[in-house]
């Protein structure tokens, strides 16, 4: 009797947790006009006709730039299309170009020579080191074009900015012929100023690069900058702050925001912090984030030091000692307001 009464119980509790919509009797519901679904009409915006090749004895170029600007993407054309010629094919352009690319030059790099005249055309064009122009000093109106631009110029050797590294890839060199610098009994290096005539060179081959290739400001440096270890040219003698002035080529910081911050500097004791390994350590990461290599060591070794010389070359020039002074933080807090990293 109980074995009864257990399997019954039983069959009520699986009856009971049995999905109600499986024992559910269909119920019947009279058929309605039944409504077809409405066919929507796709109208096809037709596709802008795309600027022509331009063909010049066989040669062809683009020259208009159909994609976005804004986010630095380029279909202009500088110079020939390369185009490969596979044996018994022909390669068409019916869908020339695609919007999807950008330019190579990224960077705009300058150096000094520090030969004269005659050496650093031997140099520049016969040895294992080139750049794709050179600045002579000659007082004549020419510009020496030694490398394409859409080729590769051994300029910047072992190179960082920023994210970027081995610039070579993605620079276009300027050297600039310049005795460079001499040492005195100090030590200290003494650099050959750059005659005017050559600015105005530098300044309009520099513009036309930057404009054609949209380089940023951030993108406009020295050698020293890419490589601080190793290098010093262009050097404290060349004129960045006139170039920014007079043509807007480069960085430079806003002389408002420098006096405040180096009255905040001086209005406490700049010097009792100077040692303090967490100060080494902000100066670091600061100049590492402008776009500086170099290691977080919270000490100031010869890393660093060289590294805040070849930022006093570029923004400090007139005292270029490797020691992050009041004037050189403020001008780097500046700089760093003006041109954060994206």
Request: charged letters at 20%; aromatic letters at 12%; glycine letters at 4%.
């Amino acid at each position: 009797m109980r074995k009864t009464l257990y399997i019954i119980g039983l069959s009520a509790f699986v009856f009971s947790c049995t999905p109600q919509q499986n024992v559910k009797k269909s119920s019947y519901k009279p058929k309605g006009p039944v409504s077809q679904p409405k066919t929507v009409v796709k109208t096809q915006t037709p596709e802008k006709p795309k600027p022509q090749i331009t063909n010049d004895h066989g040669v062809e170029f683009f020259t208009t730039n159909i994609s976005d600007a804004a986010k630095n993407d380029n279909t202009v054309s500088y110079g020939s299309i390369v185009s490969a010629k596979p044996a018994g094919y022909k390669v068409v352009k019916t869908y020339f170009p695609a919007i999807a690319q950008n330019f190579r030059q990224k960077y705009l790099i300058l150096h000094y020579t520090a030969l004269p005249d005659d050496k650093s055309i031997t140099v520049l064009t016969q040895q294992a080191v080139s750049a794709h122009y050179l600045v002579n000093n000659t007082g004549d109106n020419e510009i020496y074009q030694l490398v394409d631009e859409n080729k590769r110029s051994y300029h910047a050797g072992v190179s960082s900015w920023r994210n970027d590294k081995n610039l070579n890839d993605t620079s276009i060199g300027i050297e600039i012929v310049n005795a460079g610098y001499t040492s005195d009994a100090t030590g200290k290096k003494i650099f050959a100023p750059f005659n005017d005539d050559q600015i105005k060179k530098v300044a309009a081959l520099a513009k036309d690069i930057i404009t054609r290739y949209q380089i940023p400001a951030t993108n406009v440096l020295a050698h020293s900058d890419i490589a601080p270890t190793r290098k010093q040219d262009p050097g404290p003698s060349f004129p960045w702050k006139k170039l920014y002035d007079q043509y807007q080529i480069g960085m430079w910081y806003d002389e408002a925001s420098k006096q405040n911050y180096y009255d905040l500097a001086t209005s406490t004791d700049f010097t009792v912090k100077y040692n303090d390994p967490t100060f080494i350590f902000s100066v670091q990461t600061q100049l590492q984030k402008f776009g500086y290599t170099l290691d977080l060591s919270g000490k100031w070794d010869d890393t660093t030091k060289k590294t805040i010389e070849a930022f006093q070359y570029h923004f400090r020039p007139q005292n270029y000692d490797g020691i992050m002074d009041a004037e050189t933080w403020s001008i780097l807090q500046a700089l760093s307001l003006k041109y954060p990293v994206k």
